[in-house]
Protein backbone atom coordinates (compact mmCIF):
# COMPACT_ATOMS: atom_id res chain seq x y z
CA UNK A 1 0.00 0.00 0.00
CA UNK A 2 1.32 3.41 -1.23
CA UNK A 3 1.05 6.90 0.30
CA UNK A 4 -1.71 8.01 -0.88
CA UNK A 5 -1.06 11.62 -0.45
CA UNK A 6 1.78 13.38 -2.93
CA UNK A 7 4.97 14.08 -0.26
CA UNK A 8 6.29 10.96 1.33
CA UNK A 9 7.81 12.68 4.23
CA UNK A 10 4.98 13.97 5.42
CA UNK A 11 3.40 13.31 9.35
CA UNK A 12 2.01 9.53 8.91
CA UNK A 13 5.55 8.80 7.54
CA UNK A 14 7.23 10.10 10.85
CA UNK A 15 3.78 9.26 13.35
CA UNK A 16 4.39 5.29 11.98
CA UNK A 17 8.13 5.27 12.46
CA UNK A 18 7.18 6.81 15.94
CA UNK A 19 5.13 4.13 16.68
CA UNK A 20 7.43 1.98 15.91
CA UNK A 21 9.97 2.89 17.98
CA UNK A 22 7.49 2.90 20.85
CA UNK A 23 6.48 -0.77 19.91
CA UNK A 24 9.96 -1.67 20.25
CA UNK A 25 11.04 0.28 23.82
CA UNK A 26 7.69 -1.53 25.20
CA UNK A 27 9.43 -5.12 23.70
CA UNK A 28 12.46 -4.11 25.52
CA UNK A 29 11.16 -2.76 28.85
CA UNK A 30 9.33 -6.44 28.77
CA UNK A 31 12.38 -8.02 28.65
CA UNK A 32 14.21 -5.69 31.51
CA UNK A 33 10.76 -6.37 33.53
CA UNK A 34 11.22 -10.59 33.15
CA UNK A 35 15.05 -9.64 34.91
CA UNK A 36 12.83 -8.39 37.96
CA UNK A 37 11.02 -11.67 38.29
CA UNK A 38 13.89 -13.38 40.90
CA UNK A 39 13.56 -10.66 42.78
CA UNK A 40 9.74 -9.58 42.72
CA UNK A 41 8.75 -12.71 41.85
CA UNK A 42 5.83 -13.66 39.73
CA UNK A 43 3.57 -10.28 39.41
CA UNK A 44 6.49 -8.82 37.51
CA UNK A 45 4.62 -11.12 34.84
CA UNK A 46 1.82 -9.09 34.93
CA UNK A 47 3.68 -5.82 33.68
CA UNK A 48 5.22 -7.80 30.62
CA UNK A 49 1.75 -9.24 29.80
CA UNK A 50 0.91 -5.27 29.66
CA UNK A 51 3.86 -3.86 27.86
CA UNK A 52 3.35 -6.92 25.20
CA UNK A 53 -0.43 -6.39 25.03
CA UNK A 54 0.04 -2.77 24.34
CA UNK A 55 2.99 -3.16 22.15
CA UNK A 56 1.00 -5.23 20.15
CA UNK A 57 -2.09 -3.43 19.68
CA UNK A 58 0.44 -0.69 18.66
CA UNK A 59 1.78 -2.63 15.86
CA UNK A 60 -1.67 -4.44 15.21
CA UNK A 61 -3.05 -0.52 14.02
CA UNK A 62 -0.57 0.64 12.31
CA UNK A 63 -1.83 -0.02 9.06
CA UNK A 64 -5.14 1.89 9.62
CA UNK A 65 -4.07 4.56 11.77
CA UNK A 66 -1.44 5.41 8.63
CA UNK A 67 -4.01 4.93 5.77
CA UNK A 68 -6.27 7.60 7.89
CA UNK A 69 -3.30 9.92 8.37
CA UNK A 70 -2.76 9.77 4.42
CA UNK A 71 -6.14 10.09 3.87
CA UNK A 72 -7.12 13.00 6.20
CA UNK A 73 -3.84 14.99 4.45
CA UNK A 74 -5.20 14.50 0.89
CA UNK A 75 -8.50 15.77 2.59
CA UNK A 76 -7.22 18.26 4.50
CA UNK A 77 -9.60 17.17 7.42
CA UNK A 78 -6.97 15.29 9.49
CA UNK A 79 -8.07 15.22 13.00
CA UNK A 80 -6.07 14.08 15.94
CA UNK A 81 -6.73 10.58 17.44
CA UNK A 82 -7.64 11.22 21.04
CA UNK A 83 -8.50 7.79 21.64
CA UNK A 84 -4.94 6.62 21.01
CA UNK A 85 -3.94 9.46 22.65
CA UNK A 86 -5.70 8.32 26.19
CA UNK A 87 -5.25 4.92 25.57
CA UNK A 88 -0.83 4.91 25.59
CA UNK A 89 -0.77 7.47 28.38
CA UNK A 90 -3.39 4.90 30.69
CA UNK A 91 -0.74 2.24 29.31
CA UNK A 92 2.00 4.11 30.43
CA UNK A 93 -0.26 5.21 34.39
CA UNK A 94 -0.67 1.11 34.24
CA UNK A 95 2.55 -0.13 33.79
CA UNK A 96 3.50 2.65 36.41
CA UNK A 97 1.13 1.83 39.19
CA UNK A 98 1.94 -1.90 38.46
CA UNK A 99 5.05 -1.63 39.13
CA UNK A 100 4.46 0.06 42.59
CA UNK A 101 2.16 -2.90 43.36
CA UNK A 102 4.59 -5.23 42.33
CA UNK A 103 7.04 -4.10 44.65
CA UNK A 104 5.02 -3.38 47.56
CA UNK A 105 2.83 -6.64 47.26
CA UNK A 106 4.30 -9.30 45.99
Given at each position: ???????????????????????????V??????????????????????????????Y???????????????????????????????????????????????
Open positions: MGPKHQDPGLQPERTVMSWGRTTLSLSASLVFLRWLPHYGVGVLLMVALALLVGGSIGTQRYRYARSSLGISAEQLHADVLAIFAMSGSVLGLGVLGILVVLVF
